[in-house]
C-alpha cells in the first residue's frame, strides 16, 4: 500500500503497525463521526487488520482500555490485549507513540499515545505506559515507535509551556527546551522517550522516524504548515494479521 509506511525495527519483531500519508484517507472529521468510521474501516481493510478501535483526541493525561471496535471514548491514550484489536491514533504534527510488548503467560499488550504537549506535560506516556504493566505488560520486552511529528528543530513554543513543563515534570525538562530568538524549541521526542525509559522500556527498543512534519515535506499533513485546513493521518499497532 503506498500510502501505508512502516518501521523495520517494529515489523522484525513481528508487530503489526504503520502510519499513513498524506496520499491515504483523512482523518481529520470528528472522531464521533460517522465519515471517521469511513476512514477507518478504509484502513482497517488496506492494512488487513481484523478490527479497529480509536479515540476523541483531548491533549489531556487520560488513558482507555480498548475493549471492542470503534470509538472508545475522550483519551489521548489507548490500549488493548483484545486479539485482532488494533489501536489507532491520529495526528498531525503531535507525536503519535507506537507500544507493543510482552506478558509472562505468552499474551501481548499494544498501544498509543497523541503526545501533544499539554498531553506529554500530563504525562501521557507514562500513564500509557503504566496502565499496560498493570495489565501484564513486561517493558523489558516492549519496542517503542515515534511516528513521524513535529521534530526539536521546527516545534516552537512560548514560555507558557516551558513553565507548565518544568512545574509538572520537574527541572529535568529543561532538558527538552532549546532557546531560539524569543521563543523555545520544544523536544517532544525526547521528551516522551524520557518517560518511555523511566518506565523500563529499553532505550534501544525505541526508533525515531526522525521525520519532521514541518520542515520534512509534504509527504505528511501539519498543522503548523498547513493552518487550519491540515488533514489528519493515522498510525496503527495491533497483535496479529488476519484474513
Ligand atoms: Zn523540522
Known sequence: MNWLDTDPALAADGWPHGWTTAGGPDFRADPRTPELAAGM???????????????????????????????????????????????????????LVLVGGRRDDGGAVWGFAHASWR????????????????????AATARALVCPSAGPCCYEVGDEVREAALAKLGNGANAYFTRRGDRWLLDLWAANAAQLVAA??????????????????????????????????????ADARTP
Open 119 to 138: 498531553s506529554t506535560v500530563a504525562g501521557i506516556t507514562a500513564s500509557l505506559l503504566k496502565d499496560m504493566a498493570a495489565a501484564g505488560l513486561r
Open 41 to 95: 474501516q478504509t484502513l482497517r481493510a488496506a492494512a488487513g487488520l481484523r478490527d479497529v478501535a480509536w479515540v476523541h483526541q483531548v491533549h489531556g493525561g487520560r488513558v482507555l482500555r480498548a475493549d471492542g471496535p470503534g470509538l472508545a471514548g475522550d483519551a489521548d491514550a489507548l490500549w488493548t490485549d483484545v486479539p485482532g484489536l488494533a489501536v489507532v491514533g491520529r495526528g498531525a504534527d503531535c507525536p
Open 200 to 237: 523500563g522500556v529499553p532505550g534501544g527498543a525505541i526508533t525515531f522516524t526522525g521525520l519532521c512534519t514541518i520542515c520534512g515535506g509534504d509527504r505528511y499533513p501539519s498543522h503548523r504548515r498547513c493552518g487550519e485546513g491540515a488533514g489528519r493521518f493515522a498510525a496503527f499497532i
